[in-house]
């Protein structure tokens, strides 16, 4: 492969720092898509599973687990009954090779958000890296910039921070915590608020072709803390072929989101595709799709 890219894996971190800090010093800027097809039709659960792409977003810590290269484009539609809607696109970068002192991810991606009155255009961007600190613990932690604009209003960039740990004693269990927006509430439209929020994770695999994942999240919004329940199940009744299914349950509301999905996966090239709806009190519904390569 000669002076390709993919034979300068240690260089990657390199690419890493220089596209971030391109990022910082143009005031171009990003935040974190909290979930990927993967995740999302598992009922938004993934902080202790090792999806590649959606891992540095999701938990940093589960990028030592990682011993692929990864390159990946997402794209994802939101419309709901009473109007609103939301369409995002995005790159990731993955190395976890072996031989990396230490694995990172790169994600970028552009929200357009419409609302009741001018719609909200945001660029996001997460750097991660992660290490393992003992056999079977492994800690992680990212870098978030966010840059909001909306026409008639003034634009917002913000930084903040996360780190998570994944413990995993043995193949069939592993346990996840993620700390997100560490320097607490950021001033973001109303719309789109990116508040702190811890969530702990567990995915257990019952044999070789079903597991389950389970994550509990707590928000900080002001004075309140919202909390979430995310359960999902993930079977292959084919060695190639997923299928998904999930619920999230938003406690002290009525609100419960219900997801499916499915995916391939080839030697080199694989994709996953979710959908996740709530029925009431406004219907809504969103799907996911996401391609990548591996090496």
Same mark, same amino acid.
């Given at each position: 492969?000669?002076?390709?890219?993919?034979?300068?894996?240690? $260089?990657? !971190?390199? *690419?890493?720092? +220089? =596209?971030?800090? #391109?990022? /910082?010093? %143009?005031?171009?800027? @990003?935040?974190?898509? $909290?979930? !990927?097809? *993967?995740?999302? +039709? =598992?009922?938004? #659960?993934? /902080?202790? %599973?090792?999806?590649? @792409?959606?891992?540095?977003?999701?938990?940093?810590?589960?990028?030592?687990?990682?011993?692929?290269?990864?390159?990946?484009?997402?794209?994802?539609?939101?419309?709901?009954?009473?109007?609103?809607?939301?369409?995002?696109?995005?790159?990731?970068?993955?190395?976890?090779?072996?031989?990396?002192?230490?694995?990172?991810?790169?994600?970028?991606?552009?929200?357009?958000?419409?609302?009741?009155?001018?719609?909200?255009?945001?660029?996001?961007?997460?750097?991660?890296?992660?290490?393992?600190?003992?056999?079977?613990?492994?800690?992680?932690?990212?870098?978030?910039?966010?840059?909001?604009?909306?026409?008639?209003?003034?634009?917002?960039?913000?930084?903040?921070?996360?780190?998570?740990?994944?413990?995993?004693?043995?193949?069939?269990?592993?346990?996840?915590?993620?700390?997100?927006?560490?320097?607490?509430?950021?001033?973001?439209?109303?719309?789109?608020?990116?508040?702190?929020?811890?969530?702990?994770?567990?995915?257990?695999?019952?044999?070789?072709?079903?597991?389950?994942?389970?994550?509990?999240?707590?928000?900080?919004?002001?004075?309140?803390?919202?909390?979430?329940?995310?359960?999902?199940?993930?079977?292959?009744?084919?060695?190639?072929?997923?299928?998904?299914?999930?619920?999230?349950?938003?406690?002290?509301?009525?609100?419960?989101?219900?997801?499916?999905?499915?995916?391939?996966?080839?030697?080199?090239?694989?994709?996953?595709?979710?959908?996740?709806?709530?029925?009431?009190?406004?219907?809504?519904?969103?799907?996911?799709?996401?391609?990548?390569?591996?090496?």
């Amino acid at each position: 492969m000669g002076y390709c890219a993919f034979s300068h894996r240690l $260089k990657f !971190g390199r *690419i890493l720092a +220089a =596209l971030f800090f #391109a990022q /910082v010093f %143009s005031q171009e800027g @990003l935040s974190s898509i $909290k979930a !990927g097809p *993967i995740s999302s +039709a =598992l009922g938004g #659960a993934g /902080v202790a %599973s090792m999806d590649p @792409l959606e891992g540095g977003r999701l938990n940093p810590a589960i990028l030592p687990y990682i011993s692929k290269y990864y390159m990946g484009l997402n794209y994802s539609a939101y419309e709901a009954s009473e109007g609103s809607a939301r369409s995002q696109r995005g790159l990731t970068l993955v190395d976890g090779k072996p031989d990396n002192v230490i694995p990172g991810s790169l994600s970028y991606s552009e929200l357009r958000t419409l609302t009741s009155t001018e719609p909200i255009e945001e660029k996001l961007i997460e750097v991660a890296f992660g290490r393992f600190m003992s056999a079977g613990l492994a800690f992680g932690f990212k870098v978030i910039n966010v840059n909001q604009s909306q026409s008639g209003s003034e634009s917002k960039n913000l930084f903040n921070m996360g780190f998570g740990f994944l413990f995993a004693p043995q193949p069939r269990v592993s346990v996840g915590l993620r700390l997100e927006n560490l320097f607490g509430e950021m001033d973001t439209y109303d719309e789109f608020a990116h508040n702190p929020e811890a969530t702990v994770g567990l995915l257990y695999q019952f044999n070789s072709f079903f597991r389950g994942r389970f994550d509990v999240a707590h928000e900080r919004q002001g004075d309140q803390v919202l909390s979430r329940f995310m359960t999902g199940f993930e079977s292959w009744p084919m060695a190639e072929w997923p299928f998904r299914i999930g619920v999230q349950r938003v406690h002290n509301t009525d609100r419960w989101l219900y997801s499916v999905g499915t995916g391939w996966n080839g030697p080199r090239l694989s994709f996953d595709y979710g959908i996740q709806m709530e029925p009431s009190p406004a219907y809504a519904i969103e799907h996911l799709v996401d391609f990548k390569l591996h090496f």
